[in-house]
């Protein structure tokens, strides 16, 4: 994916960087696959910024492991559970 195309989800906060310690930003690999974003990453995070996340805790809310998915929201997403993963974000805010 060209580096512009990812400077423009992050700015759309479709997508999220996380920031090492070096002051680098990196998007987490979790969040690919293959060459293209996770299905329904971009979507999750417009419900988690919906009910008031910011980038660091939609980060934390989506590599937390959940009992109900089971495993992380990330890796329900990754295995096209994304509107089950989608539900529980969306009850984090009532």
Do not use: H
């Amino acid at each position: 994916m060209p580096i512009g195309r990812v400077k423009q989800l992050l700015r759309d906060r479709k997508l999220l960087a996380v920031t090492r310690p070096t002051g680098d930003r990196a998007v987490p690999a979790a969040f690919i696959d293959g060459s293209q974003i996770v299905k329904g990453l971009s979507g999750t995070l417009t419900v988690l910024f919906d009910c008031g996340f910011d980038d660091s805790d939609a980060l934390r809310w989506l590599f937390t492991a959940d009992e109900t998915l089971p495993g992380t929201p990330i890796a329900a997403l990754y295995a096209r559970r994304g509107t089950e993963v989608n539900r529980r974000a969306q009850s984090l805010a009532f």
